[in-house]
């Protein structure tokens, strides 16, 4: 799905000694953004194929029902651990950092907002990254590398309807619902850590809590969760679907895959913040 990037006419050794450090750079800066806007669009290629293949739900319907236990029920334990912790120590810290006279009941409210708007679903994210994003890559990669999505186009069967489409409905669908445990498991867990080992009250926490709290701030959270898969299926899926050179190339891919889809998580987690923050005030 890419090829080289096109070559200049002359080498940049042909040039006077006093221009080629110039020639160097303009080139290597035109490479970059040649390169930038190939892969732009040979994703975006990817992404129609998608949408294409969501016609034949005959292929993908069976195999996403397995890819949602793999993504989504998997994934539980892990997902529950991480927040637990995560809601202890956010806890713990705020409980430390308060100046004397200060109402408890912020501790209860700093957790609900540090879990459920930012921490739970990013964690969840940059977590499910490593354990779904990486295998997801190396499963793709594997069967390129080995012929099985050429074998699989000769028995006719699509290989993005197969392949690609039922990892990209789990992880869109099964995403919200880790968030969704990940904020309770969190937000249980400030609150038994505050109350068994901080002098705050029950009474206080839940007050904090309460406080100020709007549906839309649930809602932001599973938005966040829902795009976070979305990145992690299309990021994932496509480096593995044009894996090539062996197995080096798998290992190779799914490093790629992982950094990639890490590096997007966070400029959309921060895109999020900047276009929907202000609506979490209304």
Known sequence: MSGPLPQFGRETQQFPVVQRTSIRFFRRVTRWWVGLFRDVGVRSYFVRDIARAMGDPATYVPETIRQMKNIGVDSIPIVLVVAAFIGGVIALQTRYQLFPGVELSIIGLASRL?????????????????????????????????????????????????????????????????????????LLSAYTVSVRITDVTPQDFITGLRLGFGTFQVVYSLLKAMMFGMAISLVCSYEGYITEAGAEGVGRSTARAVVITSMTILVLDALTAGVLGPLLQT
């Open 114 to 186: 540090m879990v459920v708007l930012e921490l739970g679903p990013l964690l969840t994210g940059l977590v499910l990254t490593g354990r779904v994003g990486g295998r997801m890559t190396a499963e793709i990669g594997t069967m390129r590398v080995t012929e099985q999505i050429d074998a699989l186009e000769t028995l006719a069967y699509d290989p993005v309807a197969f392949l690609i489409v039922p990892r990209f409905l789990a992880a869109t669908v099964m995403l919200p619902v880790l968030v969704i445990l990940a904020d309770a498991t969190g």
